[in-house]
Nanobody
Framework: VQLQASGGGLVQPGGSLRLSCVVSGFTERYYTIGWFRQGPGKEREGVACVAHDDGSTLYTNTVKGRFTVSRNNAENTVYLQMDNLKPEDTAVYYC?????????????????WGQGTQVTVSS
């Protein structure tokens, strides 16, 4: 199982980025893809997730209204559209697989992890 995250970069406050996570080698029907982030000196936190089968989503409160998670099942890809970015969104962002029929932002429930992509919000 592999997850390939990409799309990070440097952006000014108020700007936007779109992260992508391509999943390969995972053939189960019911699973959820989550986005997590870990800022300098902080614990890893769940940002958003989307269920593979019905598209159910879950967001952490700090990104509601600014971030949108979506999926393209035909391309095995999950996206995280991040708008109105703030300096506190600066972190390494990771995608991961929760291999059950549920949505959750708890990192300990996720089994497979991709490498991170750096997002830096700074003027």
């Amino acid at each position: 199982v592999q997850l390939q995250a990409s799309g990070g970069g440097l952006v000014q406050p108020g700007g936007s980025l779109r992260l992508s996570c391509v999943v390969s080698g995972f053939t189960e029907r019911y699973y959820t893809i989550g986005w997590f982030r870990q800022g300098p000196g902080k614990e890893r936190e769940g940002v958003a997730c989307v269920a593979h089968d019905d598209g159910s989503t879950l967001y952490t409160n700090t990104v509601k209204g600014r971030f949108t998670v979506s999926r393209n099942n035909a391309e095995n890809t999950v996206y995280l559209q991040m708008d109105n970015l703030k300096p506190e969104d600066t972190a390494v962002y990771y995608c991961a697989i929760l291999p059950t029929l549920m949505v959750s932002l708890r990192p300990d429930r996720y089994t497979y992890w991709g490498q991170g992509t750096q997002v830096t919000v700074s003027s």
